[in-house]
């Protein structure tokens, strides 16, 4: 049936808000509708693609077969807004707000500190109210599934969890009602069943020791949970009733028009089957997790999509003699739900196939993409084995849906293995009528590609019931255990003749080894008839390492890898049927051989242990003012304004009327010369204002911190010769600016460049030298939620602009600007309220944004805004340099280290930027925290063509230091001595020179060593790990404690001399000395009449709780309550010339200046106070405001005697050193790779701390980020320097289900820091390198996994030690059938870089 030709009209509610939208663009999401239609600013962008939950909103519906409202979380991301027809949307303004209520899901997180950049709060909080709308009384599992689909860079994780404990009714601790009935702390036997502390009971660090020591009091709460508002359902919003007499309704088809594309939604299969017919090339679209994703990064264009979700056949469930038949646009989580249900019901061996489907189903993506639209206490009206249309789904689309897995035809789809190696059935239906296939060998026929005809629509598949004598399995393993496509997935069957084990069937099918799912025909062959015994298993292994072979070239790489998981993951399945035919079939165990006892953890699959944490901290001095918050666990001053999407972040700046968008045009060769650009395509799409480019640019194209960057891609100043070269892929080269940042998208997409390629270098490349050992550290994406952005203001005078930016450098924004408008700075207004993350990230590649921004408006004459997009943003912005380190190392038989050579390289990518500073801080970070009597070093930066790496928390201190403790973990294995032992015997003393002269005073390190190596029972776990290791031959676990001594001060060199760069690899060592142009800040502090106090200082926040510290300070230093205290943002024109906030230093040089700025007013209120001595705060301000005092005034501070200089090893490159330890004992599968953390002790020296829940959550979220630098986090580019991995669905950082099981965080006592504002220590990167600990502890139970294979040396592992690097390194029997090609025989998919 032909659609309408008028279009409808979308109808549905928004936070309670009826929205009727005549005329809808069926290319429009949700999102974007929510942010800019309606501007509810509160759901963020992060990612655009489905992988990091800030977009989260909740989906309702009434369900009339249920008589029940549903309710399940979405990305709003990838939620087309043409499918919320009668639907309503609840977004995060929605539930709550500062003005008059906050939802207990947003007052938790934010008192519990689980918000500091707030970027990925709101989407928490709407995974959290989602969970509570359908189950107010959640366990604490459900409460951790809930967060599979969101992602934090900031907090660590653990005070989310922690916080929202409180709702979880089997909470291990009373969810610190403190004192409560049942509270661990009152009841102390409970504590020795795991208590808050999780088992610490009573140990040493248990938080029950609650605790007077001395003077000392340590405190483990760092928020109280007695303030929290109860949770009260009957509070919620109600459900709008019109959508309620809706549902009852019959649905008429719709039809939604767009400039390009035309969305047709049917109600009856008959119309559906018509509609494919006439549009056979139509999209069908049910959960759009591919299609949109489609839409938006590869750009691809389907003028007519129909929507099938109301089509009741689509959604029904029907249990048939041979199996469950689901309809195909059956969410993923009904399908969780029915089979859960049929496998409790059913004798275990009818549902073999289910269980495996639910194995892999709890490992897909997370709830917003499956759709947790229905909780397990809902009726469920399945009833016998006959009924049909048992269940009805509830239609709901934008949830990935089985038919759309299937007809995706992934190579890594989960599913399609288990349903091929199942022999599922498959029914199509079309204007011809239904056929129904078998989901077998012929099913797909090339990549991405199936047998089903383009007129034909999946309307059913059916799962069948296993038999007697059958046994089945699936396996998975990811990068990331959360939320991961996978690397490799599988399902097997096996059926057995009757009473035997004798092979009557076998069908393995593999996902990750072809361009298809692919069944392993020959294998499978040759392995029916055999017996299930050892000789079965060998022979399928070697059959297997043949028939699933790979190209060294095959894309995806990890080739050797993917090749061992094959015959892996059949290891685990011939265990497993040997369990289990021993378990059913006691007659025929004489038939098989056993499963030795230390081999049965390799069957048993990955589960979750209950979370545990405790975090202790100094109490403030008794007698400490109640209003002065210094040292109190105060919560983040921005923290309840962002748990209720009120914060305002870059993009929420609201529109301007005559505002333009702006969408880069960057090159898509890593180095060439660019023949043309032709703009002319870009022209015909709508809304095209114009392109600018190089010539665009009214002042200097060159920029940069070593100036030999360019605004737009341009002849560069030192390569004249060679026009117009772009030295990476990501080069900016123009910009289109259009009305609407679709259509510049659109516009930008249509730009040509014709180039001529040149050779391009990505790699560090060096010569091979004998060295005694080598690693290598791979690179980090900043990930930042929040993506670079800017908004520039053009004043239409004398070259005015506002510039509002996500920043961490305002200074060098506004001169870069300045400099490429050709004014001077003082025409340039940078404004940074907040950024949602910088890690470094925003120190200055935001400039090669701002500035092609700034040129644009100036242009233009109209505002101009542009967010990167995280492909883009991951592209072009750079990150952690990638190193590597050689060494030499000197030592006597005692593990005592007497001298190291090392040479350190980095990969500094196409231009200088801070490079040299990183490269430093690598060098003076070279020991870690040893002694070594004799030191010979030298740093290289290596220009390559990729893009500009830059700053990243901690840096080059963090891969100075990993290098070093790779020597260190491989002397300790030469010297046959306990790694810990040689690490202690290593450490310097107080009063030692480092290697770079400076003399260690208050060096507490070796007290942090002690605490954390008895609180973490070291020594007592190190034998409890040998037992288990001995029992376990397929499963290890490594413990390591490892120390940091992080240097305090900037280390960028001065950048007056233009240094050798060179073209190639170039060698480059010699620094000119270290600036102390950074360490200065100041302060400017106005006081109103009311009292109140506006302060500014030149700190930016990110999310450090920098702005709360310094309110901390000031409420301090001026004897008043932080809450007459506000900061609004950071500018440079309240306070000038500020060092960028980075190198840690920013609480420590603002605080002083905030400082020094209170101490002048307090010195001008001197004679008013003392004619007063008893008036309040407020008859003074008023009194010196009648008396003409100046209530105004600067506080300015430079930190005294820091530089250094190279040459002759002379100077104090640092202020001082933060110090902490931390032991982190891990369990890895040998088979897989995988590897899970279980427990992490750390002991951080921060001075006396300011604010004990911002340091702890620095502590922690630092520490999770490193445990995404070493473990996880892997940055893929082709050999031409291309980045594959460009968004959370490729690049994983850790999750919520990556932190360490049992994870305990404390401060040292009793350290202040007399160096720092009131005693305290700089935080906020010292602690990153701590996670070591978990790469170390990953190396330790390889060690373990090597000595069953012989292998006792040591050997190398480079980071991040990955699934594959851990696989790799476990060497044995079926890693051996793998054997890696020849170097220099293939072209690689990717490169090392
Ligand atoms: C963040 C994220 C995480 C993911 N994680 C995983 C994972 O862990 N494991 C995994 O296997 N996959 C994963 N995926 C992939 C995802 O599962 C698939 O994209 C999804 O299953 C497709 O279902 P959909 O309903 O969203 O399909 P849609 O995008 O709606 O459609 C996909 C394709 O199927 C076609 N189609 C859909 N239904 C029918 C039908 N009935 N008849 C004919 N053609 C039809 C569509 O036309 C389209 O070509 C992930 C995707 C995202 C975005
Ligand atoms: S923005 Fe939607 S999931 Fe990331
Ligand atoms: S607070 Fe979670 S990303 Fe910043």
Redesign the pocket.
Known sequence: MAPNETRDELVFFVNGKKVVEKDVDPETTLLTYLRRKLGLCGTKLGCG???CGACTVMISKYDPFRKKILHHTANAC?FPVCALHHVAVTTVEGIGNTKSRLHPAQERIAKSHGSQCGFCTPGIVMSMYTLLRNNPEPKMEDIEDAFQGNLCRCTGYRPILEGYRTFAKDANCCGRVANGTGCCRSERENSMNGGCCGGKANGPGCCMNGKEDNVTMVSSSLFNSSEFQPLDPTQEPIFPPELMTQSNKQQKQLCFKGERVMWIQPTTLKELVALKSQYPNA???????????EMRLKNMLYPVIIA?AWISE?NAVQHTETGVTFG??CTLSSVEEVLRKVVAELPPHKTEVFQAVLEQLR???GPQ?RNVAVTKKLGFLYVTEKMLYAFMNLPLIAA??L???I??A?P????NPVLMASGSKLTLVSNEGKRTVTMDEKFFTGYRKTI?KPEE??LSVEIPYSKKGEYFSAFKQASRRE????IVTCGMRVLFQEGTSRVEEIKLSYGGMAPTTVLALKTCQELTGRDWNEKLLQDACRLLAREMDLSPSAPGGMVDFRRTLTLSFFFKFYLTVLQKLSKNHNDINNLCEPVPSNYVSATELFHKDPIANAQLFQEVPKGQAVEDMVGRPLMHVSATKQACGEAVYCDDIPHYENELYLTLVTSTKAHAKILSVDASEAQNVPGFVCFVSAKDVPGSNITGIANDETVFAKDMVREILVPNPVTCVGHIIGAVVADTQEHSRRAAKAVKIKYEELKPIVTIQVCHLLYFGEMYLGGQEHFYLETHCTLAVPKGEDGEMELFVSTQNPMKTQEFAANALGVPSNRIVVRVKRMGGGFGGKETRNTILTTAVAVAAFKTGCPVRCMLDRDEDMLISGGRHPFLGRYKVGFMKNGRVKSLEVSYYSNGGNSVDLSYGVIDRALLHLDNSYNIPNVSSVGFVCKTNLPSNTAFRGFGGPQGMMIAECWMSDLARKCGLPPEEVRKLNLYNEGDLTHFNQKLEGFTLRRCWDECLSSSSYHARQKLIEEFNKQNRWKKRGMCIIPTKFGISFTVPFLNQVRKFATLVLCWTRLDGLSVVLVQAGALIHVYTDGSVLLTHGGTEMGQGLHTKMIQVASRSLGIPTSKIFISETSTNTVPNTSPTAASVSADINGMAVHNACQTILKRLEPIKQSNPKGSWEDWIKAAYESCVSLSATGFYRIPDVGYNFEKNEGKPFCYFSYGVACSEVEIDCLTGDHKNIRTDIVMDVGTSLNPAIDIGQIEGAFVQGLGLFTMEELRYSPEGNLYTRGP?MYKIPAFGDIPTEFYVSLLRDCPNSKAVYSSKAVGEPPLFLSASVFYAIKDAIYAARKESGLTEPFRLDSPATPERIRNACVDTFTKMCPSAEPGTFKPWSVRV
């Open positions: 693609e489905g992988g990838l999209k069908l679209v049910v959960g759009n997790t591919e299609v949109g994703i099938p689509m195909a646009a490992w897909f993506a993409i990935t849906a038919g759309g897995n007809m995706t992934s890594i789809s989960d599913l089903v629509i999946l939320d991961d496509i996978a669905g």
